[in-house]
């Protein structure tokens, strides 16, 4: 199983973002997904999750309302749709699945990591 992100970069406060995160070598239909962030000297942080389904969305409270997390199972791709964008949004940002229909906040509760993208954002 491969995870790839893309899509992060420099962005002044308030600009958006979109990162996408491609999978293979794994039936993408049978995995929940999630994003998750790490700033330096932070523990790695739940950001958004998504049902295999994808009728199913969580977050967090620091993103909820900003960002949106949704997949394509066609391009077995999952995305995190990042709007309004914090200086405290800076972060290396991770996606990973989970085999099932749950999904899960926790780090320990998925099977697969990408290499994970930066995101910057200035004030």
């Known amino acids: 199983v491969q995870l790839v992100e893309s899509g992060g970069g420099l962005v002044q406060a308030g600009g958006s973002l979109r990162l996408s995160c491609a999978a293979s070598?794994?039936?993408?239909?049978?995995?929940?997904m999630g994003w998750f962030r790490q700033a330096p000297g932070k523990e790695r942080e739940f950001v958004a999750a998504i049902s295999r389904s994808g009728v199913a969305t969580f977050y967090a409270d620091s993103v909820k309302g900003r960002f949106t997390i949704s997949r394509d199972g066609a391009k077995n791709t999952v995305y995190l749709q990042m709007n309004s964008l914090k200086p405290e949004d800076t972060a290396v940002y991770y996606c990973?699945?989970?085999?099932?229909?749950?999904?899960?906040?926790?780090?320990?509760?998925?099977?697969?990591w990408g290499q994970g993208t930066q995101v910057t954002v200035s004030s």
């Open positions: 070598g794994q039936t993408f239909s049978a995995y929940a």
């Open positions: 990973a699945s989970r085999r099932g229909s749950a999904t899960s906040r926790m780090v320990p509760g998925y099977d697969y």
